[in-house]
T-cell receptor, first 113, second 119 residues
Framework: KNQVEQSPQSLIILEGKNCTLQ??????????LRWYKQDTGRGPVSLTI?????NTKSNGRYTATLDADTKQSSLHITASQLSDSASYIC????????????FGKGTRLHILP | DAGVIQSPRHEVTEMGQEVTLRCKPI?????LFWYRQTMMRGLELLIY????????DSGMPEDRFSAKMPNASFSTLKIQPSEPRDSAVYFC?????????????????FGPGTRLTVL
């Protein structure tokens, strides 16, 4: 069964600290993986997109990594800011005759001043 | 561009009533997606359109849900009759392409969502 599991469910860190969010998937055959940021009360916003041939992608202080062999991805946030408080959602696309987009349930990140 | 526009932003209705959610995608985008988000299940894809034609509605929970896209700039999601378990945030998103090739054009742009409460 195609699944996307994210950990931790929630995370609290102090402003200025780094953190890493995890995404494990069992999706096959794999097409691409996205990380979205969703602020409270808003729709998700795309942070990074990676195909199976890419193993890292950066967007400012956000760096996503992908290991297609172990089917793991991580999102690393450097020097966190209060505005990073949000949910981060991992999304994996399947390529087969039933093309699907599988969403993780997200990690809720709280940045404390 | 104003981005994806959804209305209403909030809707409170009673069980059994008909609910219609509206979406205006970004001009020029060929794909439109409807999602539902709850705490328990996260984001779920309900249906998506390509050039106004429904392509995959396998995520639509049951016959009470229907979606239409009469033209390139407007789509509706209708629930009739509504039930308390339909309470959720409903998002509309649009993109230039389907979102399976990992290209920047695949990026889906989400609207602000409609928070639906069915009493």
């Amino acid at each position: 069964k195609n699944q996307v599991e994210q950990s931790p469910q929630s995370l609290i860190i102090l402003e200025g600290k780094n953190c890493t969010l995890q995404c494990n998937y069992t999706v096959s055959p794999f097409s691409n993986l996205r990380w979205y940021k969703q602020d409270t009360g808003r729709g998700p916003v795309s942070l990074t997109i990676m195909t199976f041939s890419e193993n890292t992608k950066s967007n400012g202080r956000y760096t996503a990594t992908l290991d297609a062999d172990t089917k793991q991805s991580s999102l690393h946030i450097t020097a966190s800011q209060l505005s990073d408080s949000a949910s981060y959602i991992c999304v994996v696309s399947v390529v087969n005759r039933d093309d699907k987009i599988i969403f993780g349930k997200g990690t809720r990140l709280h940045i404390l001043p | 561009d104003a981005g994806v526009i959804q209305s209403p932003r909030h809707e409170v209705t009673e069980m059994g009533q008909e609910v219609t959610l509206r979406c205006k995608p970004i001009s020029g985008h060929d794909y439109l997606f409807w999602y539902r988000q709850t705490m328990m299940r996260g984001l779920e894809l309900l249906i998506y359109f390509n050039n106004n034609v429904p392509i995959d509605d396998s995520g639509m929970p049951e016959d009470r849900f229907s979606a239409k896209m009469p033209n390139a700039s407007f789509s509706t999601l209708k629930i009739q009759p509504s039930e308390p378990r339909d309470s959720a945030v409903y998002f509309c998103a649009s993109s230039l392409s389907r979102g399976l090739a990992g290209l920047s054009t695949d990026t889906q742009y989400f609207g602000p969502g409609t928070r639906l409460t069915v009493l």
